[in-house]
């Protein structure tokens, strides 16, 4: 009998501060994955990251990504502010 293979998957997160105080982060989750390859998941944070760059230009928002990464989905951490 075989071993089921485990199968892969990756989120693409992306965390940006705004210039000019570090503290003001903001933590983009990308909702069309997971994918099944860390490729697929690095090619959707550079659209991700486009897209991004256009809003806050359109807004004039002077932005700066601190991290970008393809994570597990069981190891994304939700912060619930209240």
């Not at 959707?44 to 990504?65: D, K």
Request: charged letters at 25%; a negative charge.
């Amino acid at each position: 009998m075989e071993r089921a293979k485990r199968t892969m998957s990756f989120t693409a997160v992306i965390v940006a501060c705004h210039i000019a105080s570090a503290d003001m982060c903001m933590t983009i989750v990308d909702n069309r994955g997971p994918y099944d390859t860390e490729d697929k998941c690095k090619a959707r944070i550079s659209e991700m990251a486009e897209n991004l760059i256009g809003v806050w230009v359109s807004f004039q928002m002077p932005m700066i990504f601190k991290m970008t990464s393809c994570v597990h989905p069981d190891n994304l951490v939700e912060k619930t502010h209240t």
